[in-house]
């Protein structure tokens, strides 16, 4: 599986994004898609996710603001982003899961995109 993110850029605060990732290759052995980010000086953190078995997940700090979203085949993910704010900048990673591994033990990654939010 490949996957390859597009849509990052610089914006204002309150403003939005669609982040989007595309998958090729095996696609229908994906069972959970998620993305990730990582702000400098940070730890990469799951911010959200979709699973075929869970739902979807998003952590508190983008809960009510993002929302991730996937195409019925599978071969896009997309993250909408909305009222953006300046600890939202770091760079997003796109992940997909595949074969019998515990919740959001991601095995397939990109090469991610920079998404800056000025103040």
């Known amino acids: 599986v490949q996957l390859v993110e597009s849509g990052g850029d610089l914006v204002q605060t309150g403003g939005s994004l669609r982040l989007s990732c595309a998958a090729s290759?095996?696609?229908?052995?994906?069972?959970?898609m998620g993305w990730h980010r990582q702000a400098p000086g940070k730890e990469r953190e799951l911010i959200a996710a979709?699973?075929?078995?869970?739902?979807?997940y998003y952590a508190d700090s983008v809960k009510g603001r993002f929302t991730i979203s996937r195409d019925n085949g599978k071969s896009t993910l997309y993250l909408q982003m909305n009222s953006l704010k300046p600890e939202d900048t770091a760079m997003y990673y796109c992940?997909?899961?595949?074969?019998?591994?515990?919740?959001?033990?991601?095995?397939?990654w990109g090469q991610g995109t920079q998404v800056a939010v000025s103040s």
């Open positions: 992940a997909a899961q595949s074969g019998d591994r515990k919740p959001y033990e991601f095995n397939y």
């Open positions: 290759g095996s696609i229908f052995s994906i069972n959970a």
């Open positions: 979709i699973s075929d078995g869970i739902g979807t």
